[in-house]
């Protein structure tokens, strides 16, 4: 079987995710959505795609015109029951794909509020295969909020975040908060994202000691979500 990595920036890859991926039977490829998009019948026809996170947001298509092609292959892909998972802005793009939106994240007074750093998440109470996070601390790092079409219900908030993840069927995942993110890879996202995080006032030794308190529960409970969802998924489903 085979599994494409979509991916936005480089640093930001399958990190935690890639071991159980593996011991589910995939070769993993790696594909830069813009540099080396996918054809048509790729996205229709590979056996596990899973869209990465990213510096650009969703509507940036003036800016990344390749978005409305990734967009679109999410779109048929996603309409013939195909397994997918996003993370972050690969669960953006999903939402949008299944006639959602996403929106600038803000807090009470709607100022603009990133969220970034650990936090546990609230789990609905039927978030299978989410059941693998309850009472552990992720890491989130998005400055957006998906906006769900009305059909589809969130599995997972925090404040001021109404959708953490959510779930169509047995086939498709979606999580914007980054437990994929390796213990030992954050170094190379907080030099990458350097001036998002100056912007957003992030408080850097704070972040390092609390990756480093979390991080191994956060990569066990992945590999545990992972195949939870992965043991769950419908066999191929024809479009």
């Known amino acids: ?130 059941e693998a996070l ?12 998906i906006i769900l079409p009305s059909e589809i219900r969130a599995l997972a908030s925090t404040r001021w975040t109404p959708c953490q993840a959510f779930a169509v069927g047995r086939h498709a995942l979606g999580l914007q908060f980054h437990v994929e993110c390796a213990a030992d890879a954050l170094e190379e996202w907080l030099s990458g994202h350097a001036v998002e995080l100056a912007h957003a006032g992030v408080d850097l030794a704070r972040l390092r000691h609390d990756t480093k308190r979390y991080g191994a529960q956060s990569a066990h409970a992945a590999g545990d979500l992972l195949r939870r969802w992965l043991d769950g998924m419908t066999p191929r489903e024809q479009p």
Not at 15 to 38: C, M, V, W
Request: charged share 20%; net charge negative; hydrophobic share 45%.
């Open 1 to 130: 079987m085979k599994c494409i990595a979509v991916y936005h920036i480089r640093f930001e890859d399958l990190g935690s995710f890639n071991a159980p991926i593996e011991g589910a039977g995939y070769a993993i490829e790696y594909r830069h959505a813009g540099a080396a998009p996918l054809s048509a019948a790729e996205w229709v026809d590979t056996d596990l795609i899973i869209v990465l996170g990213g510096p650009i947001g969703v509507h940036d298509t003036a800016a990344y015109p390749w978005l409305r092609d990734e967009l679109a292959g999410l779109e048929r892909r996603l309409a013939r029951h195909r397994p997918t998972l996003g993370v972050c802005l690969g669960a953006q793009l999903m939402a949008v794909a299944l006639g959602g939106d996403v929106a600038r994240r803000t807090d009470s007074n709607g100022e603009r509020a990133p969220e970034i750093g650990w936090a546990p998440l609230d789990l609905a109470s039927d978030a299978h295969p989410l």
């Open 134 to 145: 309850r009472h552990c601390p992720v890491l989130h790092w998005h400055g957006d909020n």
